[in-house]
């Protein structure tokens, strides 16, 4: 059987001498393995969209087990993307989020469309801080495990945060504060960024200026909250920190 479907390559590994399993991220399917016959050969019809970031459409035969690739029609490659070595390290660690955070079969159309967009202004020159917060927080909401930053997680209310509290789940307000001695102090900026990030559309954002000092706080927040919900170990995260502070 013949299936056609659209979708982002995650990343390629190999397998035997001259083919690659590919993984990709698909809008309909979610992720699934396929296998691409001899796209390491140099003049092989598949070599162009096997790296990862390549948006295409795909047609795969697929009997039982995993699908053999037939044909590609590439979408975009996003080579500026993989011309630059901090914007790579940035998209491979978008992708290898959503490779451990997702599982085979299991349709995420917003996220995939998320990821679509967020590559497009990666590309555009957008900050790249700023769009990884925001894809974090919407693999985070994918997963069911998203901070609450709209009211206070523990009263609910809707009142001015003042800390944040990986442990409650979230803003906590002047009232509730204390119910976590462990919980972030933060400044109204950060408070307000936070919320905007995980709030506005990709496809709305504007070129958004963010102090350094702020986007180091809301990282650093994130993290605390990935790292308790969905505690994963990714090479990508470790390698993108060491070229961004060879670039500072």
Request: glycine letters at 6%; a positive charge.
């Amino acid at each position: 059987m013949l299936i056609k479907f659209e979708g982002i390559v995650l990343r390629a590994r190999s397998y035997g001498e001259s083919n690659q399993v590919l993984t990709i991220f698909t809008e309909q399917q979610g992720k699934m393995a396929i296998m691409a016959r001899g796209s390491k050969k140099t003049k092989n019809r598949f070599g162009a969209v096997t790296e990862p970031f390549t948006e295409a459409i795909f047609v795969c035969y697929k009997s039982t087990g995993m699908g053999t690739l037939s044909q590609a029609d590439p979408i975009a490659s996003h080579y500026r993307i993989r011309a630059d070595l901090l914007l790579t390290s940035y998209g491979a660690y978008w992708l290898e989020l959503i490779d451990k955070a997702t599982e085979e079969n299991q349709s995420h159309r917003v996220l995939y469309h998320f990821l679509v967009e967020g590559l497009n202004r990666l590309e555009e020159g957008v900050d790249p801080d700023i769009l990884t917060r925001m894809m974090e927080l919407q693999i985070l909401r994918t997963i069911g495990s998203a901070p609450i930053l709209n009211r206070c997680a523990s009263c609910t209310k809707e009142k001015v945060p003042i800390r944040f509290s990986v442990s409650q789940g979230g803003f906590l307000c002047q009232d509730c504060a204390l119910e976590d001695p462990y919980a972030f102090h933060i400044t109204k900026p950060v408070a307000y960024i936070m919320r905007t990030l995980a709030e506005a559309p990709l496809n709305r954002l504007g070129h958004i200026q963010v102090k350094s000092e702020t986007k180091e706080q809301v990282e650093r927040l994130i993290h605390a909250f990935i790292n308790e919900y969905f505690p994963v170990s990714l090479k990508s995260f470790i390698l993108l920190n060491q070229i961004r502070n060879t670039w500072k």
